[in-house]
């Protein structure tokens, strides 16, 4: 049988004190500085900026047919997060109003008044300059004018679309695959078709990601006016045919590196292995209709892409 719960303040042997609560003034300002850091991390949208790494990455090695160059490499992977981590934090300041409106997003640090919007502005733009002062004369000026591109579109076309159009979904994919032909032409100084591919691949990967987020999160998005497929969507017929001819598509163009001779069959077998292994969450979800099975197939989406990349820094490693 548990024991009740009872209140301290009637145990004297058990005093408050006990509480771990940093009452100093020391104490109290360095909880708020470590809060101050984590929430200008948050602005930099930790997690897209990685996959945005690894995206560009995987361009690199998949560009650098003939031996890899470290200090280019190097400041590739430093200008593209830097430019990206700037748009996470734009983006932060543009949407503002908007994530308040949202339960998922309305304790992230500017509709919670933890940062002052300019604060933000501010960061993100210094970020993006500093990116943008590293990529252009570090790697070459088609890879600064892609990662402009890139946030450009994810700022201003993408981000107002998202209350007009549930299209805005499909152009989003766009400033989200363009790190990864930035690592190629990084490499590479072109845009030959390999980089096309390996854009391909994020294109189409980023659908059936983002959808199986909207349909777990599809009232949100209508409290705060988002116009998204799932959005009315009651049935989750729409949503599921998009995800399902999406992830076929990113299967496929899975495999495309292999048929233009830039991967090996280390990478080949890895990659049809794992797009099976993808598909079963989709098929569930495309039956059930259900957050659950929303939520296996952002979870695959989630792990996907960062082994799908990995096989091509593996496949290069090996062959060379």
Not at 7 to 32: C, F, G, Q, W, Y
Not at 34 to 44: E, F, G
Not at 284 to 298: Q, T
Request: proline share 7%; with cysteine; net charge positive.
């Amino acid at each position: 049988m548990p024991e009740p719960r009872t209140n301290l303040s009637l145990h004297p042997t058990r005093p408050k004190e006990a509480i771990a609560v940093p009452t100093d003034a020391v104490s109290v300002r360095r909880l708020a500085r470590n809060q101050r850091l984590l929430d200008y991390l948050s602005l930099a949208k930790p997690e897209i900026t990685f996959l945005v790494t690894i995206s560009a990455l995987a361009g690199f090695v998949l560009g650098s047919t003939t031996g890899m160059d470290g200090w280019t490499l190097c400041w590739t992977l430093i200008g593209i997060p830097l430019v990206s981590a700037g748009g996470g934090a734009l983006n932060h300041y543009l949407e503002r109003t908007h994530d308040g409106a949202m339960r998922r997003t309305s304790t992230r640090p500017l509709p919670a008044g933890r940062i002052r919007p300019e604060e933000a502005r501010n960061f993100g733009c210094v970020l993006i300059g500093l990116g943008l002062a590293v990529l252009c004369p570090l790697t070459n000026p088609l890879t600064g004018v892609l990662a402009a591109l890139a946030v450009a579109l994810y700022l201003y076309v993408y981000t107002p679309m998202k209350r007009l159009t549930p299209y805005n979904t499909l152009v989003g994919t766009i400033p989200g695959a363009l790190p990864a032909l930035g690592g190629w032409t990084a490499a590479t100084g072109n845009l030959d078709i390999g980089g096309w591919a390996i854009f391909m691949i994020l294109l189409a990967w980023q659908m059936p990601h983002f959808l199986s987020l909207a349909w777990m999160y599809r009232k949100d998005y209508e409290r705060a006016g988002f116009a998204m497929w799932t959005v009315g969507d009651e049935s989750g017929v729409r949503t599921t045919r998009l995800t399902l001819s999406f992830s076929i598509l990113m299967i496929a163009a899975s495999v495309y590196p292999w048929f233009l001779n830039l991967s090996g069959p280390i990478y080949l077998t890895g990659a049809l292995f794992l797009g099976a292994w993808f598909m079963i969450p989709v098929i569930k979800f495309v039956r059930s209709k259900s957050v659950h099975d929303a939520r296996l197939v952002l979870k695959a989406s989630v792990k996907y892409i960062p082994i799908l990349l990995l096989l091509i820094v593996v496949d290069r490693l090996v062959g060379l």
